[in-house]
């Protein structure tokens, strides 16, 4: 719990909630799932403004971008049918893969970007799709998922996450998740995340997105543009994966010491975008 609590609210509308967020002489956040905000028990916050009565939640899939209300549970996101569909399922598979079911059922998207776990399946998976997040404080913001994980307290304090954006293309790609855990149900030690998009036999666009090896989720853009515009190598992509990894100083903590996860990396990376080729193609 939160031991200093001493107000909650529950907002009907955007501009009550931010009235409350602005307040200076009470600590006030922002309650979504509170699976992470209520275990933090965090001293300094005293109300919490539940956003669940704001109509945040919910899937969208339009011609050619989808919209994930931030309120919207991971369980709901795993749930999806279209998402199940699309990039081999790759959202699907990461919001089932970085939670139980009963943290899924509250655990929400915006909530999860917050949160910002430095392993997040989620969020690498967002980050693999190009996803941009949109913000409420006194306007309306949109801005890439990457650039808010610099520093989200920059965007969220005294602000509301509204929802999470990325592009929903109908023409061939592949994506694929690959993740090294002490055991499949676990959080990941180390992840990545590849989404692949073919023109002829050539890679149009290439993403890739790797985390537990630096204080949050990040892209390799090197590699990125290393591929993009070339027919496909598996050893080049693998080779340039592989050099791309040599060059991190992941941190060491009680599950993993920084060789380690760099030398996981070396495996995860170029496994999955070998991978996301292969389904791409069909494979």
Not at 164 to 173: A, E, G, T
Not at 190 to 195: R, Y
Not at 213 to 218: L, Q
């Amino acid at each position: 719990m939160l031991p200093n609590l001493i107000e909650y609210h529950r907002p009907t509308t955007m501009s009550g909630a931010l009235r409350l967020l602005a307040r200076r002489k009470v600590r006030t956040v922002p309650l979504a799932g509170g699976t992470a905000l209520v275990p933090s028990r965090d001293p300094s916050v005293e109300a919490v403004v539940d956003l669940s009565a704001l109509n945040l939640a919910g899937i969208q899939w339009h011609a050619q971008q989808a919209h994930l209300g931030a309120m919207t549970t991971l369980q709901t996101l795993a749930s999806d049918e279209i998402a199940q569909r699309y990039a081999n399922g790759l959202l699907t598979e990461a919001a089932r893969v970085c939670a139980t079911r009963h943290i899924r059922n509250v655990a929400t998207v915006g909530g999860t970007l917050v949160a910002g776990d430095a392993a997040c399946d989620l969020l690498v998976a967002l980050l693999a799709l190009d996803a941009r997040v949109t913000v409420r404080i006194r306007r309306i913001r949109t801005l890439a998922l990457d650039e808010f994980l610099n520093a989200p307290s920059a965007y969220v304090d005294g602000g509301i996450i509204t929802r999470v954006n990325f592009p929903y293309l109908q023409i061939p790609h592949g994506a694929a998740l690959v993740r090294i855990a002490r055991a499949p149900s676990d959080a990941a030690i180390v992840n990545a995340a590849a989404f692949v998009v073919l023109d002829g036999g050539m890679c149009k666009q290439v993403r890739l997105a790797l985390g537990g090896v630096a204080p949050r989720v990040i892209r390799a853009a090197s590699v990125e543009s290393e591929l993009e515009g070339r027919a496909w190598d598996d050893a080049l992509a693998a080779r340039i994966a592989e050099q791309f990894a040599a060059s991190l100083t992941p941190p060491s903590d009680a599950r993993a010491s920084s060789e380690y996860r760099r030398e996981m990396a070396a495996v995860v990376a170029p496994r999955a975008l070998q991978q996301a080729w292969a389904r791409a193609q069909g494979d």
